[in-house]
Structure formats: C-alpha cells, structure tokens
C-alpha cells in the first residue's frame, strides 16, 4: 500500500519491494512458468546456442567442461549432487568470451572443523579463445576456484566440436577433450607441460586471494566426452574424468571412487530448464537441474500504450499566419502554455517541472517517474510539445530533472520530428540530429509547476533481509512489515526514513559472533537484528543542487543507515556528453546503538575519491580509493554490465591496507551486485528495481558507508550516453 499527496493531487507512490530470497522466488517462479518448447525451438541441425552445464554449473559435459560458451549476456543457476556433495552454482556470461562463475558448496561426512556439513565458496572465470567453426573446435582456458579455499582448485584448457546428423543417427554430436591441472590433473597424469611440482594451497593464510603460483603447474591429465542430443529433449553424455578426488576418496571417505567414467541422460523441460541424472565414478548416482535464462529477453514483452501520431504543421509559404509570434509577447502565454502541456505530457506518463518558451524556441524540464528507458521519455514529451506548443516554435530543449536536479539538454528540432516519424529509419535518423547539452542550474523566466511541492509520500509493504553463508545456516532470513516515506518540501531538499517491523526470522539466532580485530562495523550485525523487532533503519536530511552547468552537489544528514549516522557531503563533476566523471565524497559518523535512537562511542571520519567511467556497450567501471569505516585505507574496483531493460550485474573488490590475517576469513572484501528492474517480470513500464548484493563473507575490513541518494546513478541516467544507449525507443 502507498500514497502520495502534492498539494491535492493523489499520484501513485512508489511501492516497497524487497530484496534478495524474494528476487530468488520471483525470478525462479518467473522462468519456470514459461512455456515448454515447442517442436521447431531447437534446431537440431545447426550448432545449439545454448550449451549444457556440468554439475560446476558451467558449460560441461558432466563433471568435467566443454570449450562453449552460453549466449552473450546469459545467467545459468545450476544446481548438483551426488556423494554427499552438493553444489549451486551462478554463473554470467558477462562478455561473449568471458564468463564467470560463484559456487557455494556443502560435503557432509568432510569432518572438519567440527561441522556435519562443510560449507566452501568458490569462484570460476573461463575465457573462450576460440569460437567454433566449421573446421575448428570451439577452445577455452579456464581458472577453477581461483579465490576460495581451494579444495576444488584447478585448470584446464578444453576444445569441443559440434557434429551435425551423422548418416542416419538422429540428433546432433559434441566431442569434448581438453587437459586440466590441480583436480583436473590428479588422474591419469601424463606429467608437468608447464613445470612442478604444483606449491600445496595453504587455506589459513591465503584463502580467498587467488593462487597465482600455482596455475597451469604440476601434473596435467586429459580428460574427454560426447554428449549426443537426441532431439530437442532428450540427451545422453558419457565422460572420462581426470578428477581423482583424492580428498573426498582417500583421506575423508566421503565417497567411494571405483571408475574415471561418469554416464548421463537429460532432459530439457522448457526453453530455460533442464535436468539430468547420472551415474558418476562406477559407485554415485547424481542429479542436476539447470536453469538457464537472459536479461535480453524478458518473460512478458514490455507494453507501452502508444502516443498519437504527430500532426505537420502546415507550410509557411500556404499559411504565414500560423506562424505568427504575437503570441509571445502576452506575459500569460507561459503559464497557459504549461496548463495546456501538463495534462498531456501526464497522459504520457510525464511530469512537467517548469516551461519557458519564446518565440522560436522551448525549454521543457519534466520528470520521468514511469520509464525506465530515458530515451522514451524524451520522445514522449517531444511529440507532446509537438502537439500544444504554438507552430512557430522550432526548436525544443527538453531536460530530464531527477530530485532537483536538471540532468542535460536534449535539442530536437520540431521539423525533424514531423519529417522522420515515418521514417523506416526513424530512429536513427532522429539521433544524427540530435543534440546534446549541459542544462543550466536555473531557468529564468520559466513557467513553474506549483503543484509539485510539498511532495509526501508513503509506502507500505512486505520486506525480507537475507544473510547467506553463516556455515551453521547458510541462508537465514528476517521477514516483516516495512513503511518508508520521503518529503520534499522544495526543489532539491528530501527528509526520508525507513521504518521495519520484524515478524518472523532467524539472523539473529545465529552463535557467530564477532571475532574480527578491527573495529566492528559490520560483523556486529547480528547483534542489531537480536536488538529487537522494531528498528529505524534511517531517517534523514538531504540537499542537493548544481553548483555549475557540470557539477553537482548533495548534503546528507541523520541516521544514514541501520548502523551509522552522521554527516555526508559529495561533489560530482560529470559532463553530459563525457564517458569519465569524477566524485569526492567526505563523511564523519558515530555507530548506531544496537536499538533505540542513541550512538556508541566509535565514530570515524571516511569518505572516498571516484572514478567512473562508461567504455560504452553496458559496461562500466568505478574505482574508489579513500578511508573506510574501520579506519582502514585503500581502494575498491568495481565492473558492471548494464542491458537496455535496466537489469545490472557487476562484481567488485576492495584492497586496504588491512591485511589478510587481520581481515579474517575471505582475506578482502569481495562480491556481486545484481539489480533487476521489476517491469521486467511485468511487462508493464515502470522505473522500481529489485537489487541484491552477494558476499561470499562479510567482515570489517573494506567496509564502506551507505548513504542514501549518491549522486552519479541519478546524474548519469539523464546523460548523453544513458539515452543514446536505449534511443532505439524515442518513438515509443
């Protein structure tokens, strides 16, 4: 439930949407609701676009990889088990070469450290060197738990080739052979291509930090396979496996390992969802369900009720009167300009901020709280101007604004739009005319929308706060009721806050306190949710502005999030049509107590110096380097890919000066951030998103604030780049 209240006027508020297990429900539900695949969806004759995973949750046969690689873009959730063993695995295509994989595991009987079940996280990148022809295999270079604990280290180089129909075998063939070292190499060894012996893996000291020295050393085995897909459902693999699985096998006795042969059959239920069982190793039945699926094509298409066609304006030469500018010169002709613009641009799904108009030209600063794309609120609100502004207006500018501030000037010549709607190129043929401008701070003499402050509102709703990875637990959960509001009284300024309500849960039944060196800004978690049931998770102040045509500001204080308040400023320089942009961000705060509304005795001045920079495509990247909230002091490097639809995967690392052994378990802070935009299940236009962040472990070290409102997300959705990117839907 939500509600919004400016001055009268009732709009729907924004709703409150969760995180983390209710992304995990929704999605799963989502892709398991498709449709099963009709007889012509998988072309048997042509290589498969979509490859089968192993029980790594990689492209593979059954315990062992292949050379292909998913579909640019592609998400694969795998899940295995046999032996006691259990795996899930994420993986992301993130380029068309390159592919990275988290995997969380649980080996019961492994005895160690006391625990009945032993829990490991570890991490995959593969790169795939080449691309299969019609003579040449496809061939991949892949690393294995490279930054975990290293029980399931190793590296393997793997070729694979796609037969079509062979005489009148139906179906189609893949032949698989490849080398691998460390597991990979611990059967069958045909001695060390690249030096040894192999330098033994010391998890208490390096666990979760990469193992350079040991890559592609020691012994090298081969290993093989063929996975024969019989029709579009039915597939069969078998496998030589080059796994001697010495600890599983010889010193703990999880398993016992009688062959080196592994034989499957699968089942490809929908267009997203595959199993398979199996029999591995001459002793384990296993099974494996795979899911598969791609940010680029969603469930539900999006559905956007369309605008009415642009009316020409007539020709000068025919009417000379419609052209006529005594208009302008009535001191009420902006202000009954934007009383006829309002309601229309509000049909579009618009906001309209402020209008200046003269006699040949228009300045229009809207607010788009519908769209996701930028690029279709532009064009929405450029046929609306079409549509009231007087014929001998031109030239538009029209300026997203995002909380007060206004982002850039996109100019679109009103010509243009009438001559090009029809266009079989309209699109691009709209964008070489386009231009791209810094919006100024201020609009003089414009005509105000008075109706939009005070801005109140309110949400209700359902929430869920996940902790994964507790080894006694490895996924607990809070669940509860949660209200937000935000008032803006006036362009630029927020008061917002965040109640929660817990009403069922376990993160706080948890036995693993804090054992950290440093101070405990983070692990001290579990104590804030055994609190009590009621918490204020912020409550704040804020201000923004523009201190110049390129730079940007904002002022936060209170209760910035469940375990700090304090005082924020930032400072961001970012040119509309510049790909880099540059930030600094100063910050003292005071821990929160466990509950109530009082402080601790720690407090810290942090804050940080970043980088962003857009290489174009989806990919960003972000490098911040500054004092973190334990007083440590270093950087972090983020890399994401963002799709035109809104969905966000990015990973990231934070380097201090803290080392590994004051870290403590995971050795740095490491992880993934995921964000999914909910029109995407919908189909229905909508800027509300579902976002997570993935640690394999969180600790104190590399610990950074959580401020409400950080400015470039908000400035940079409104740039040259950000529309450009999505400017195939202007015409929407």
Known sequence: MSHRNVQGNVRAGRATLLNGVCFSVVATVGMLAQPALADDAYDIFAVPDRPSLNFYGSPGLIDMPTGQALPDGQFAVGVSSFGGMTRTTMTFQATPRLSASFRYVGIQDWNSNGFETYRDRSFDVRYQLRKE???WPSITVGLQDFAG?????????????????????????????GLGWGRLGSSGSIGAPFGGPRPAFDAQSRGGSPSFDQWFRGDAAPFAGVEWQINDRWGLKAEYSSDAYEAETVTRNVFTQKSRFNFGAEYQYSDRLRFGAYYLYGSEFGINAQLQF????????????PTAPIEPRPSRASQPQAYDTAWAQSQSAPQTLRDRLKPVLADYGLTLVALQVQPASAELRMRNDTYGAMSVAVGRAARAMAQVLPASVETFRIVPMKDGLAQSAVIIRRSDLEALEFDPQAAEALLAVTGFGAATPHLPGAAINDDLYPDFAWSIGPYVDPSYFDPDDPVRADAGVKADFTLRPAPGWEIGGVVKHRLLGNVGDSTRLSNSQLPRVRTDGILYARAGDTSLENLYVSRQWKPGNDIYARVTAGYLERMFGGISGEVLWKPVASRLALGVEANYVKQRAYSGLGFQ??????????????????????????????????????????????WRVGGFFTL???????????SFDKGINLTI???????????????TTIRPVQRDGGARLNVPGRLYEQVRSGHRAAIESEWSRVWE
């Open 133 to 135: 022809g019609r003579i």
């Open 149 to 177: 604990t290293g029980i399931y280290a190793g590296e393997y180089v793997v070729a694979t080739k796609t037969f079509d129909q062979i005489g009148s075998i139906p179906g189609s063939f893949r032949l698989t052979a």
């Open 294 to 305: 791609n940010p680029k094509q969603p469930p539900a298409p999006l559905r956007v009720v």
């Open 601 to 646: 005795d720690y407090s810290v001045a942090t804050g940080h110096a970043s980088a962003y920079y857009e290489f174009g495509g989806g990919y960003l990247g972000q490098i911040d380097v500054g004092r973190y909230l334990a007083g440590d002091v270093g950087g972090t490097v983020t890399l994401s890919r963002e799709f035109a639809n809104g």
């Open 656 to 666: 201090t000066d803290v080392s590994s052994q004051q870290f403590g378990e995971g």
């Open 677 to 691: 935009p909910v029109s995407w299940f919908l189909g229905t236009p909508g800027k509300r998103t579902v976002s």
